[in-house]
DNA sequence: GATCGTTATGTCAGCGTTACCACGAATGGC
DNA sequence: GCCATTCGTGGTAACGCTGACATAACGATC
């Protein structure tokens, strides 16, 4: 009835009638109810955003930003968190679709093929963010890791360092730190700086503690070493600990480098050098992706699949 | 149809029958749709859960064990952040309330008055969890500050120490610091041990910074002080970081203890003793709650409010 | 004042489920 | 072999909304 279309700003309701039909709302405390919407109007106003980790700080910041950028468009996100894990993440969309989203936003990488197929018959736009899978499975929106790997080690370089270690502190769920590595050896190439140095940090339970191990590690097998790259700022504190422990002045006498600009790289004494990336941009390329997509399919046509790499760049602090 | 009942693992159905309808699901690609199902049945299988920040580790793991307990159950957990502003409180909740969740979760403390109108007129279980309210809306789940304020002193007092600060560094955006504060107020009388010493850490962008500028104005105007309370591990470090710089033996000459048991300060060195608090313990219990409240409901009798304070113990480390 | 165009409001059906009831078949007790 | 009971299945009517269309109201135009 005409209460419908008061309640939708565009829809031609006659100034009277819509304060009158807002005035019987608020008496009466009417709250819409949107499954009824939804199935009516075969819009569920739900976007599924699907993340590895929500005990990381950029998934999270992405994450709200594309829910503050659907928010002005009346759409909501549900937030899922996938632990990293396939068998889960199959799950999870499993029950998500059963909600209709409109869209569904994951990270990229790997997928069981039960999820692959899950998704294709959606028929909603997908969009995989982060890691490049070799085919993504529509849009993708993901960190160029390779080029920031080059970044920090130009960065290094033009410091005067020249024996450039790397450190993997990471449970790789999403395989942008392979990318992130590979990036690293590539690089080295590139700039002639000698063959790759790669540890991993091991099992420890947390990021910080990887970073120390990997750190030790490294020095150990490559005593030289006078730069690290780590894979996080967490582990990389971790490492400025492990190096503050062996008396190593940083960054005298070795340089370290996390990845993410997370808080607490910026208030150590002296101020973890990092990679920086945009999360918050990035979430909002993506829900501006998912608006155009879900506008293109109004129209009757069919968006091109979007496969674009956002800059990581150099933030120089104390530990370079 | 037989179709739905198939579906519902109590509901009475032949295994032959049930069999061939899943053969047909999974032929056919059906996915069932939970906006019909929550229209027809009035259950929305859906879980609103407010927190202040997702960016406090702790909320989210509060989140997840409501998660996990809820989805035994095949209810999802619509996740909210409102970003500790009343008027986004209130916003969210007048969205959220249109898809009828069976249960809100919010943070307690303050909320605006449409805030409580809105939640009552609901008629479903609220939850408040974190900072107790005067008055609780419905159900109250919390820690109690004041008890772990009086366990942290009595720790330091076991230590020797006699002149104890404080440092509030937080965005103290649930009211829960203020009553840690007062606990440490009250403790320190109740054991005789001076009076109290509370500085703020002031507008600094990160909890770290805010935590090491805190113990600076502290010790600017306490120069004595043998031992620190911060409210969050994340100032805490930052503590620890502020010491370092003015050469202050930890713990030597000045104990520190933060708050909450974060990764990073149980990898610091020295590791940061701190309150801890069993984030995931008080999900499951709010879960519990809800199911519970959920079910008394349904067998027409009304659930008594719960009024739970869940224990704060002090997990001694390097830093005391 | 009849005609047209425009805008505002009303009518109706249907979205995909599930609650409820009705029915037929199988089972069991006597 | 009859009735009572249980079990499994099918039919039907909502649930609360919106899209499409029909109609009403209102000016403007001739």
């Known amino acids: 009835m005409t209460v419908s279309r008061a309640l939708k700003p565009e829809s031609p309701v006659s100034p009277v009638t819509r304060r009158r039909v807002l005035e019987a709302i608020d008496k009466l405390g009417y709250v819409p109810d949107m499954s009824a919407g939804a199935l009516s109007s075969r819009r569920s106003r739900l976007v599924a955003v699907l993340i590895p980790s929500l005990l990381h700080p950029k998934n999270v910041e992405t994450a709200q930003a594309i829910s503050d950028t659907l928010a002005t468009r009346d759409i909501q996100v549900l937030l899922v968190d996938t632990q990293g894990r396939l068998d889960r993440e199959e799950r999870m969309i499993e029950t998500v679709l059963r909600r209709r989203p409109e869209a569904i936003v994951l990270p990229g990488g790997m997928h069981s093929d039960r999820t692959a197929i899950l998704l294709r018959r959606a028929q909603v736009p997908i969009i995989e963010i982060g890691a490049r899978p070799q085919k993504p499975i529509e849009h993708f929106i993901g960190l160029s890791m390779r080029l920031g790997a080059r970044a920090v080690l130009e960065h290094l370089r033009a410091k005067g360092r020249s024996r450039i270690g790397f450190v993997d502190a990471g449970a790789d769920i999403t395989g942008q730190i392979s990318d992130y590595a590979e990036g690293y050896a590539q690089a080295l190439r590139d700039l002639d700086l000698g063959a790759p140095r790669i540890v991993s940090g091991g099992r420890a339970e947390s990021p910080y503690e ?40 940083v960054p005298e006498r070795l340089s370290l480098v996390g990845f993410g600009n997370f808080d607490v790289g910026r208030d150590m004494v002296p101020a973890l050098t990092t990679a920086g990336i945009n999360a ?41």
Request: with cysteine.
């Open 280 to 320: 918050a941009g990035m979430g909002a390329e993506v829900a501006k992706t998912i608006l155009t997509a879900l506008e293109t399919r109004e129209r009757g046509s069919v968006m091109p699949p979007l496969d674009r790499l956002l800059d990581i760049h150099v933030i120089p602090r104390g530990t370079s």
């Open 210 to 249: 990887r970073g120390g191990r990997g750190l030790a590690r490294l020095l150990d097998a490559h005593p030289d070493t006078d730069a690290v790259l780590f894979t996080c700022d967490r582990s990389g504190v971790g490492g400025l600990i492990e190096a503050r422990r062996r008396r190593m002045d």
